[in-house]
């Protein structure tokens, strides 16, 4: 029986921010993480930002807020940030085919990164928890992240896995670190629980979840509307683009520098003018208030770091301060949201195509971008000015703490799961088909050009091999609280020993359509995920069935018969072995996975209802052109 955890932390890795949440379980409150280094004694936020800075020596320098100090910069190297991007080995391939310089030249840098980054934050939420709650060496703690809905590769989930682990997430004997939500799905339950609107069973909503490279879209029903112990139904895959705040960033530092380049002759007085000011603590508040009253302005003004005499008509400065238009800001937002708009429109067109007896209700907007009052003003106008067909009266809403909804909402769901048996999330849409090779009877009508091969034990019967029986098929819904269940039977001989009850089951996966799904290995779309090596040495060998008892129709030989669960979770499985009804563990670890290389690297193609295409997501670079760059040229200090 699983054991209850003394805390449960929800960590949400973004691509600019990080946030930290925690529950003791002793009371129904979500704490949030506000202390961290480089902020002012009596300064509080709720994220740190994602960067960090090496010193010569290589290790850590700065991290987190103190990136933001610019004392000793040159001496301390440069400020990484917008790594978590670079673990996709697709990212890292079309950085180098775009011709970027400026980025991690392979995963392997941006694991480092991301390791180094992530054990600093596992310390300061060890220091910070147990300030509050005593040590937790000997307590039983669960972290559990989100993960983009971008990412849809089994491979960059494992390589996640192990960068949490060797940041320190779940290396005490009796913590324990896991990929539960994707942060759609941690929004969905953060909003049902914390909204101040009456929700009714059979309500459809549409979370977007817009943060600072990523923006997720999932559909989500009521299946039950109680608050507190709320249960959601996803109603379609959630989907990921590759729109989010820092696209807005390097907008404006674009917009800076054609401003620069008109006047070349003052470059010398204004070097890496754009890049500082699209970094700046004043741009950012100019972004964050954008669209509120206090933000209402014809005309910002942002301070520049030189003489505050200086003046430049040409550019807009005046003692020392650069002016922007109200349009130009807007100008920012305004392809960002129409490109938000328009993933919306297909996340509706889906809804019209598949249940068009239903209707959207709410879009709730959460995460940095989508805290944006611009953005939900905008959203809220577009929709009530040409509403679509699945949502004629959308109420469109901001999460109560966008950028806290992600983390709260992974602790919300796991301590609902704790206390009452059930996750929120009750259900949930199966991204891709997972299947298991096995072998049929040969039925030459049906297994044309198909390998076959004759059974060892029953003369003249032969078998038609490698191939598959989908489990999981593309669409299906998925209970979250349960585990899909394949049977399986492996003959023996007696006598042999034990080390003939290793059996390896090789699990398929595929992004065909359901309808479509191929039969046999043979047939395009079918890539091998794992092998999962099944057992069963410690068990005697008068625990098995014995067959053909009389050996005078074939040879005597024992049927194992032991089931695999697997529990899916949103790009991921995990996998159980049980024997005569019980979960096995013996003296020996009973499951052990080898992934497959080729089919743990598959990704869907773009989904119809708004997925990530080869090129919907911008890369970042770190510094401009004339800034040093660390990767890869055999500087003293970096990763």
Same mark, same amino acid.
């Given at each position: 029986m699983e054991q209850t955890p003394d805390l449960v932390v929800g960590i949400d890795f973004g691509m600019t921010y990080t946030g930290v949440a925690w529950t003791n379980l002793?009371?129904?409150?979500?704490?949030v993480i506000k202390d961290w280094p480089g902020l002012g004694q009596?300064?509080?936020?709720?994220?740190?930002?994602?960067?960090?800075?090496?010193a010569r020596n290589q290790a850590v320098g700065k991290w987190g807020f103190l990136c933001d100090t610019q004392d000793d910069f040159e001496e301390q190297g440069?400020?990484? @940030?917008?790594?978590?991007?670079?673990?996709?080995?697709?990212?890292?391939?079309?950085?180098?085919?775009?011709? /970027?310089?400026?980025?991690p030249s392979s995963v392997q840098e941006a694991k480092k990164l991301t390791t180094d980054y992530l054990r600093e934050v596992y310390n300061q939420t060890k220091r910070v928890i147990e300030m509050m709650s005593g040590p937790w060496t000997n307590k039983r703690? @669960?972290?559990?992240?989100?993960?983009p809905t971008t990412w849809t590769s089994q491979a960059i989930l494992n390589e996640f896995k192990a960068v949490i682990r060797d940041a320190g997430f779940g290396s005490e004997q009796t913590h324990t670190a896991k990929l539960e939500l994707t942060e759609a799905e941690a929004v969905a339950v953060y909003t049902v629980k914390t909204a101040q609107i009456r929700f009714q069973k059979g309500d459809i909503f549409l979370v977007c979840d817009a943060g600072g490279g990523t923006t997720d879209l999932g559909l989500v029903e009521i299946a039950q509307a109680n608050p507190d112990v709320p249960v959601l139904r996803q109603v379609a895959a959630v989907q990921g683009v590759g729109i989010g705040s820092t696209v807005i960033d390097r907008a404006f530092q674009a917009l800076v520098q054609r401003k620069i380049d008109q006047y070349p002759d003052v470059g010398h007085l204004l070097e890496n003018l754009a890049f500082t000011l699209s970094r700046s603590q004043s741009f950012r508040s100019i972004k964050h208030n954008f669209g509120t009253a206090a933000g209402d302005q014809a005309t910002f003004y942002l301070p520049i770091d030189i003489n505050r005499d200086f003046n430049h008509p040409g550019l807009g400065i005046a003692r020392g301060r650069m002016a922007f238009s109200k349009n130009e800001i807007q100008g920012l937002f305004d392809p960002q949201i129409n490109q938000i708009i328009a993933r919306i429109n297909k996340q509706f067109n889906w809804m019209q195509e598949n249940r068009s007896a239903e209707?959207?209700?709410?879009?709730?907007?959460? #995460? #940095? /971008?989508? #805290?944006?009052?611009?953005?939900?003003?905008?959203?809220?106008?577009?929709?009530?000015t040409n509403p679509h067909m699945s949502a004629p009266n959308l109420y469109v809403f901001k999460s109560q703490e966008p950028r806290l909804a992600v983390a709260k909402g992974l602790v919300m769901d796991r301590r609902q799961k704790l206390v009452t048996g059930a996750s929120a999330l009750k259900t949930r849409i199966a991204r891709?088909?997972?299947g298991v090779l096995c072998r049929e009877p040969y039925d030459p009508n049906v297994h044309v050009g198909e390998e076959v091969e004759f059974d060892q034990y029953i003369k003249g019967k032969r078998w038609a091999i490698n191939q598959i029986e989908w489990f999981i098929r593309k669409g299906d819904v998925i209970d979250t609280d349960w585990a899909l269940e394949r049977r399986f039977e492996r003959k023996l001989k007696p006598g042999v020993g034990s080390n003939n009850r290793i059996w390896e089951s090789t699990v398929i996966i595929s992004h065909n359509d359901r309808a479509s799904l191929p039969r046999g290995l043979r047939q395009a779309g079918a890539k091998k995920l794992c092998v999962i090596k099944s057992d069963l040495r410690a068990v005697e060998e008068n625990e098995f069935e014995v067959k053909n008892k009389h050996c005078w129709q074939g040879r005597r030989y024992?049927?194992?018969?032991?089931?695999?669960?697997?529990?899916?979770?949103?790009?991921d499985l995990k996998f159980e072995l049980w024997f005569k009804g019980t979960k096995y563990s013996r003296s020996h670890d009973p499951v052990t996975i080898q992934w497959d290389p080729a #089919?743990?690297?598959?990704?869907?193609?773009?989904?119809?209802?708004?997925?990530?295409?080869?090129?919907?997501?911008?890369?970042?670079?770190?510094?401009?052109?004339?800034?040093?760059?660390?990767?890869?040229?055999?500087q003293q200090y970096g990763p």
């Open positions: 002793l009371t129904p409150e979500t704490f009596d300064a509080h936020e709720t994220k740190v930002p994602s960067k960090i800075i090496y440069q400020v990484f @940030e917008w790594f978590k991007i670079y673990l996709d080995q697709t990212n890292v391939d079309r950085a180098k085919r775009h011709g /970027l310089t400026d980025t703690v @669960e972290f559990i992240f989100s993960m209707v959207v209700k709410y879009m709730v907007l959460s #995460g #940095g /971008l989508g #805290g944006s009052e611009y953005v939900r003003s905008q959203v809220e106008q577009r929709y009530k891709a088909s997972y024992y049927l194992a018969k032991f089931q695999i669960k697997v529990m899916v979770a949103p790009a #089919g743990a690297n598959e990704k869907p193609p773009e989904q119809h209802m708004g997925g990530l295409g080869e090129d919907d997501m911008e890369l970042p670079s770190y510094r401009p052109a004339s800034r040093m760059n660390n990767w890869g040229n055999g």
